[in-house]
């Protein structure tokens, strides 16, 4: 059992155990066994409509991650032994290549970048890794 405590209905409080309405300022406290979460400035019911919508920001932020053309070709290369030479080799689409030579920066939500991602056999969440952390390379543990 949860409690909800609410402020000009809004809730604002959500705790094991009932707390004071006086003390903390609440208009009333309700019994729950719904899980919440911190939305924000005020709880929200965790259920399939605020997961869709955490899903989406996060897709909205791994978007708007970048790199720069050298950390990308320093991790492409550090990886596997890719070359610029050799991806831009790998480009047919004219306006692909320009846009893939003349950036200065690679933004993950491009899809020319999950599309040569995936001709070089990187799968989405391998790409989403690199422009999370600029290396393809996993940190090891105490040395491992």
């Given at each position: 059992?949860?409690?909800?405590?609410?402020?000009?209905?809004?809730?604002?409080?959500?705790?094991?155990?009932?707390?004071?309405?006086?003390?903390?300022?609440?208009?009333?406290?309700?019994?729950t066994?719904?899980?919440?979460?911190?939305?924000?400035?005020?709880?929200?019911?965790?259920?399939?409509?605020?997961?869709?919508?955490?899903?989406?920001?996060?897709?909205?932020?791994?978007?708007?991650?970048?790199?720069?053309k050298?950390?990308?070709?320093?991790?492409?290369?550090?990886?596997?032994?890719?070359?610029?030479?050799?991806i831009?080799?790998?480009?047919?689409?004219?306006e692909?290549?320009?846009?893939?030579?003349?950036?200065n920066?690679?933004?993950?939500?491009?899809?020319?970048?999950?599309?040569?991602?995936?001709?070089?056999?990187?799968?989405?969440?391998?790409?989403?890794?690199?422009?999370?952390?600029?290396?393809?390379?996993?940190?090891?543990?105490?040395?491992?």
């Open positions: 059992m949860m409690y909800l405590g609410y402020q000009k209905n809004r809730i604002v409080s959500y705790t094991k155990s009932p707390i004071d309405k006086v003390l903390y300022n609440l208009d009333r406290i309700e019994e066994e719904k899980e919440y979460v911190l939305d924000g400035e005020e709880y929200v019911l965790k259920n399939e409509a605020w997961e869709e919508k955490q899903a989406q920001q996060e897709e909205e932020r791994i978007a708007k991650l970048k790199l720069t050298r950390e990308v070709f320093l991790a492409l290369y550090k990886d596997c032994g890719i070359t610029p030479q050799q831009k080799s790998g480009i047919t689409d004219e692909a290549l320009i846009e893939f030579e003349y950036a920066e690679y933004y993950r939500g491009n899809p020319l970048i999950t599309t040569i991602g995936s001709s070089l056999g990187y799968s989405k969440e391998q790409l989403d890794y690199l422009f999370e952390n600029k290396s393809f390379e996993k940190p090891t543990v105490g040395g491992e």
